[in-house]
């Protein structure tokens, strides 16, 4: 059977064994026919020219999550970013792990998605946020909210700055022959509160992954939201990450994405400004090679005048590794004093990788600024023959260049952990040892 | 110290360096002049080892080794240094972090562990004032947002904790207005000694006025076509490079 045909042969099953009130059964009735009638996206499709996802839907997923394995944590303690204190919501082939999460109920919930649907004292938040920014049209979005039934929920109150980053992580342990996973986040950051966040997906296995994930990100009146998505997963693994992020005035989020690995990875990460002075920060460090593939589609959508956004995304590609960049910037008519800044700088390391590069700018106002540049290029060998008079050998001196190419990205990284770490994965997959922390 | 035999080289097809024949001995100060496009850079380029140049004819030897075959990276861990015209910019990577990526390297090369942290950040430290460098310089990202007399300076910082037994500064004067340009020369000389040499590629004969050569070689046309002391480059100075020119061809 077709995974399409499964899924949805599926869905009265899963509908029937879990218990939500009817508004959210309403909402994942109608997402699922969205799904039937539009199915997985193809190369047909203007917004999946670049991104196959034929050959990968021919495994045989099953798509319930069972009951936990257990995972010991010194076991995959590197996945953590373990040198700090942290808030952790685990997740193993789907299911919640207790003993590997910390989290909490005082002052602001960062918990799960599964209480939070379930639980009647969270129903008017639920009714008031739950597949608010969503795209509702959107078949991969869709076809993860008729199965949205576990994922973080984080709710922060106003006036709170969380005291510490909350690590997001799931795994999957090859319990199964291929898995599907659909993790569904709510995050709600109101008034003046601050959040930071660190998501990854890992795989520890070379059985088949497929994540389809879906996060939902509101931030209030001058909040600031920070996330930060390590993607370095392994081969047999897959990515869809769809974000969405509803901001209001004065309010500043900003995803940092760090995709050094897995076999294809498309994040669509979307930005919707619904208030005045609003900033959004979109940046990436793209390093891949063997047969990898990453795609980046953007939306950022400036619906209110004198807001800013940034955006930066560094690749560098090697081996038949493919990458796909697509910004899209919408300036409505009333956006005007809009900032928009994009920029997607590309390094191919030889002449079988590929870059398709796209910005596409639909601006409606007349008094904004926007700019957008894309460059696709090789290493600088003049710079190179610098670092090598120097003493600094040719593949050394490669990776330092590489490095300060994607360094403007890493500059913004606010906590100093994940900076370090990134730094360490940058360096392992250049596959030198600089002698000092990167 | 650095011996080059009849040395051609060139780009593809095109010859631009037509035999070469230099001698430079511990202590000593050379001085290459000579106009745009007679093969100044290029000659610099070769010796360092730069790959897009192919030797045809000729050899390079450093303390009696031809280092002819070998990569730029093994003929600076074997003594060698090329200043730059136009050091490279590598942001997030402090001037301190480059500099012991350089030195370790190089001990690494020669069957040496790392210098130790505290040796590192002595020598640093004596460099810096030696050359009186501020600290605050040492942490910024390499040449990023540096003034061309800033790069200049760290060019030579970096020739002061390398400690080659060879430098080239290629057009080390370019740029940089007089008071910069004493202080880059003041660095070079307080480098110098018994058991190094300096290689001073310049267009004018400003710069040698600050590190005064023991000998002056006349670049055209990819030879050297003269040779002499100091007072050479005074001579150039006053009559220009079509004198020499002139009588080349005469």
């Known amino acids: 059977m077709e995974l399409k045909d499964k899924l949805v042969s599926s869905f009265m099953a899963f509908e029937n064994q879990i218990d939500v009130d009817t508004s959210v059964h309403d909402i994942r009735s109608e997402a699922i026919k969205i799904f039937e009638e539009k199915g997985f996206p193809t190369k047909k499709e203007e917004a999946w020219k670049y991104t196959s996802l034929n050959t990968l839907l021919k495994n045989d997923f099953s798509v319930f999550p069972k009951e936990e394995v257990a995972l010991d944590f010194k076991d995959i303690k590197k996945y953590f970013i373990h040198d700090i204190d942290s808030y952790k919501i685990v997740f193993i082939d789907g299911v919640y792990s207790s003993h590997l999460s910390e989290t909490t109920h005082e002052g602001m919930d960062i918990c799960l998605m599964s209480a939070a649907l379930h639980k009647p004292k969270y129903r008017p938040v639920i009714d008031n946020y739950f597949n608010k920014v969503a795209k509702t049209d959107d078949s991969l979005t869709s076809l993860n909210t008729a199965f949205s039934k576990e994922g973080a929920y984080i709710h922060i109150p106003k006036n709170k700055a969380v005291d510490k980053p909350v690590q997001i992580i799931h795994f999957a342990t090859g319990n199964e022959a291929a898995i599907m996973l659909q993790p569904r986040n709510l995050i709600i950051v109101d008034e003046n509160s601050h959040i930071q966040i660190i998501e990854r997906h890992q795989s520890l296995t070379e059985n088949p992954v497929l994540t389809n994930s879906v996060t939902e990100i509101f931030a209030d009146k001058r909040a600031v939201v920070d996330y930060y998505k390590i993607q370095n997963d392994v081969q047999s693994a897959s990515l869809i990450d769809n974000t969405y992020i509803s901001q209001q005035r004065d309010s500043n989020a900003s995803v940092h994405t760090f995709s050094f690995g897995g076999n294809i990875t498309r994040n669509n990460l979307n930005f919707y400004h619904k208030g005045e002075h609003i ?160 | 110290m650095l011996t080059i035999k009849n040395l051609h080289a060139g780009v593809e097809d095109k010859e631009i360096l037509k035999g070469i024949d230099l001698e430079v001995k511990p202590g000593e100060v050379h001085a290459i002049m000579g106009p745009n496009g007679s093969g100044k850079s290029t000659l610099s380029s070769v010796i360092a080892g730069k790959e897009e140049y192919e030797v045809s004819e000729g050899e390079i030897y450093l303390e009696g080794e031809d280092i002819g075959e070998l990569a730029a990276e093994e003929r600076a861990h074997k003594g060698l240094f090329l200043s730059f015209q136009y050091p490279v910019e590598i942001p997030g990577v402090s001037v301190t972090n480059f500099i012991k990526t350089a030195i370790n390297e190089s001990r690494k090369a020669k069957g040496m562990e790392d210098m130790p942290a505290n040796e590192m950040l002595k020598k640093i430290r004596e460099k810096a004032e030696l050359l009186d460098i501020d600290r605050k310089f040492l942490s910024r990202s390499l040449n990023e947002g540096f003034s061309g007399g800033e790069k200049k300076r760290n060019e030579i910082f970096q020739l002061a904790m390398l400690e080659p037994k060879l430098a080239i500064l290629d057009e080390t004067d370019s740029g940089l207005d007089i008071d910069a340009l004493r202080i880059v020369a003041n660095g070079v000389n307080k480098l110098r000694s018994k058991d190094n040499a300096v290689v001073v590629i310049t267009h004018y004969q400003r710069l040698l006025e600050y590190i005064v050569p023991d000998f002056v070689h006349v670049l055209h046309d990819g030879k050297i076509v003269k040779s002499g002391t100091k007072e050479l480059a005074l001579e150039l100075e006053a009559k220009g490079y079509d004198w020499v020119k002139q009588e080349v061809t005469a």
């Open chain 1, 279 to 438: 900033d959004s920060t979109l940046k990436g460090v793209t390093i891949v090679g063997d047969k990898q593939h990453v795609d980046h589609y953007s939306l950022v959508h400036h619906a209110q005048p004198n807001c800013e956004s940034h955006q930066d995304y560094k690749g560098i590609y090697a081996d038949r590794s493919t990458g796909v960049f697509n910004g899209k910037i919408v300036v409505d008519k009333i956006a005007q004093k809009t900032n928009a800044f994009q920029q997607n700088n590309n390094i191919l390391i030889n002449d079988k990788a590929t870059i398709n590069t796209k910005p596409q700018l639909e601006i409606f106002a007349d008094d904004v600024k926007c700019s957008h540049g894309c460059t696709i290029g090789q290493l600088d060998e003049e710079a190179l023959f610098y670092l090598r008079t120097r003493g600094i050998p040719e593949k050394e001196g490669r990776a330092l260049l590489m490095y300060a190419f994607a360094n403007n990205v890493l500059e913004s990284v606010k906590i100093p952990e994940v900076k370090r770490r990134i730094n360490k994965l940058i360096a392992t997959k250049l596959g030198v040892n600089l002698g000092f922390d990167l």
